[in-house]
């Protein structure tokens, strides 16, 4: 009895701070974030705003997009994991504070979805680890305090390049090692060349094996080939984020969409929940399944 009278005051005395934070006000009449590079775009139906990961890649956005359409708001490090935070205290986290007056549709009580400032809310993180826990991180915050963005369509997740490679005056985006692979081909001699560079040893064997065959037959040289392997979105320069990332005539966007509630709900609550055994239980039953790039 007194364990369900102390989780009864727990929980009314969350009510009571969550009302008193969003009845007072705490995101009414704030500016803009200073970091948001905010579009001239009037019509919710026709912006964008991309959630990008860090500073460096935040200033290669801004300078890479489209002014009239396309809004950018960077992130430093990783917000707040809401799974694990009562709603006041997820409002005191700067970085959620800034999304939440970015979106323009207010929280809790107060969400309304007609006063979403974009239609197109892309998240946009590098393709490693750390990018993965930041956008799993911001789909929790979505998919607890803002559903109705998720429901409506409005979520998407971009789709960076894994590699540049060049080959001769030709340059090609893989954004799979299955591209790249095609791409590059078994007769291509792979070239070191600027960059963080792919060192494959079975294809730069299988290169010179080709280049002694084509020396020996008196053929011409086979192609060089330099790949240049991204390993974050800081790493392009305006033009090629704006080529493969944010070019709506070439870019790949993912939207995201909640197929089953339950499913969800359980996902999350493992991934970002307290409960570290089943954590560690689905870790251990997924891992073969993980592509990562280490």
Known sequence: IEKGILAAKARLAARAARDSVIRKGVLDGLALPGKLADCS??????????????????GSAKQGRDRRFQAILPLRGKILNVERARLDKMLTNQEIKNLIIAFGTGVGDLFDIAKLRYHRIIIMTDADVDGA??????????????????????VYIAQPPLYKIKKGKEI????????????????????IGDGPLVDDEEEEEAAEEADKKSKKDDKPKASKVSIQRYKGLGEMNPEELWETTMDP??????????????????????????????????????????????
């Open 41 to 58: 775009e009037t019509n919710p139906e026709n912006c964008e705003l991309y959630i990008v990961e860090g500073d460096s890649a935040g």
């Open 133 to 154: 826990h930041i956008r799993t991180l911001l789909l929790t915050l979505l998919y607890r305090y803002f559903r109705p963005l998720l429901d409506g369509g409005f």
């Open 172 to 191: 090609f985006y893989a954004y799979t090692d299955e591209e790249k692979d095609k791409f590059v081909g078994k007769e291509a001699v792979v070239e």
């Open 249 to 294: 005539a070439r870019r790949v966007l993912k939207q995201v969409a909640v197929e089953s509630t339950a499913s969800a709900d359980k996902i999350f609550d493992v991934l970002m929940g307290t409960d570290v055994p089943a954590r560690k239980s689905f870790i251990q039953s997924n891992a073969k399944a993980a592509n990562l790039d280490i």
